[in-house]
């Protein structure tokens, strides 16, 4: 996965890199001057690592928006089963659904984990019965209604 | 409730930030067509009000390809809250999310090598007193994962050693 000759070497990421990641975690929009002078260096090496380590595509700093900015009030995590159908098959069949924010292959009881976000209750039997229920090799759905999102703390994705 | 509805202004503001949050409010303001002192606005109130987090996302090729994992959680009811605070707590640990339904816990994590899912798994969330279940498995391929949605948890601070440069905003009430 690793082998794309674009992507900089995690070795290469020296103490200044990850000190500007590390504020850069808590802080996306900390100005340059700002980090340097945490830093104690210039703002232009703050800015040269940054777009630096951004044209890697070793990390990206971007807003995160919270599901009730996008006005999505229910989210289901569903576990799929699958059958008469490679689960990597159905997996992009799900991917494309506008309504999934997650679509993982994973191993243990089920073969497929989605994350799936709708703007209400309402919104579940068109997904369901229209979207989901078009898509062939799905055995069993077995979904969990998200009541209470204690922690959510992602800072990791692919990047393209 | 009492936050306020976002207009068609936040959406764009929302979508620039989310493609590159180091953009400056002036080029932000030259795009959208308003001026610099209504950007510095909305994007203050999007950030007091938990709608927006401006954050760095890293490439899991950079991390050593963390393996992600997910763990549900069958639990003795009237104890599911405590479990799911304690859980939290744990390494490795990103997101926990009390459901309804064939969980009562979801927990997701992003973990070095196996023996620290089983660490985890079996020798920190299996012995917890209410827990009655716990089923792991394994993400061996992401196909879509949107980064860019997210649960703006304020009440969590992150163990982040990093020297802060600004006061975090302010916190608010969870409760929506």
């Known amino acids: ?160 | 409730m009492s936050r306020y509805q976002l207009d068609q202004l936040d959406h764009h503001i929302i979508e620039v930030l989310g493609k590159d949050a180091r953009v400056s409010n002036r080029k932000i303001a030259a795009k959208l067509g308003v001026t610099e002192g209504t950007i510095r606005g909305r994007i203050k109130r999007l950030q007091e009000e938990n709608y927006i987090r401006f954050t760095a996302i890293s490439n899991p090729s950079h991390l050593g390809n963390p393996r992600l994992v997910l763990v549900g959680i069958l639990a003795v009811q009237g104890q599911v809250r405590k479990l799911a605070d304690r859980i939290a707590e744990m390494p490795g640990i990103r997101a926990v999310i009390v459901t309804l339904g064939r969980f009562d816990i979801l927990a997701v994590g992003l973990f070095d090598d196996l023996e620290s899912v089983l660490d985890v798994a079996n020798n920190s969330i299996l012995p917890l007193p209410g827990v009655r279940h716990v089923e792991t498995s394994i993400v061996v391929k992401t196909l879509k994962y949107n980064s860019r949605i997210a649960k703006i948890v304020p009440s969590l601070p992150h163990d982040d050693s990093a020297p802060r440069v600004k006061p975090a905003p302010a916190k608010k009430k969870r409760g929506d």
């Open chain 1, 1 to 160: 996965m690793a082998t794309d000759s674009t992507m900089l070497d995690p070795s290469k990421f020296d103490d200044i890199d990850r000190k500007i990641l590390s504020i850069l975690k808590s802080d996306g929009r900390a100005t340059n001057q700002e980090i340097a002078r945490a830093l104690k260096i210039a703002a232009a090496t703050v800015s040269a690592r940054i777009r630096r380590m951004e044209e890697a595509k070793a990390i990206r700093v971007v807003a995160a928006a919270d599901f009730s900015a996008f006005g999505f009030n229910v989210l289901l995590s569903i576990g799929v089963e699958v059958q008469n159908r490679p689960a990597e098959a159905v997996a992009e069949d799900l991917a494309a659904l506008s309504e999934v924010f997650g679509c993982h292959l994973v191993t243990g009881a089920k073969d497929i984990d989605l994350l799936v976000a709708l703007h209400d209750f309402s919104d579940l039997s068109d997904f369901l019965l229209n979207k989901i229920g078009k898509i062939h090799g799905i055995r069993s759905l077995s979904p969990a209604i998200a009541v209470d999102i204690v922690k959510y703390d992602f800072d990791v994705s692919v990047l393209k």
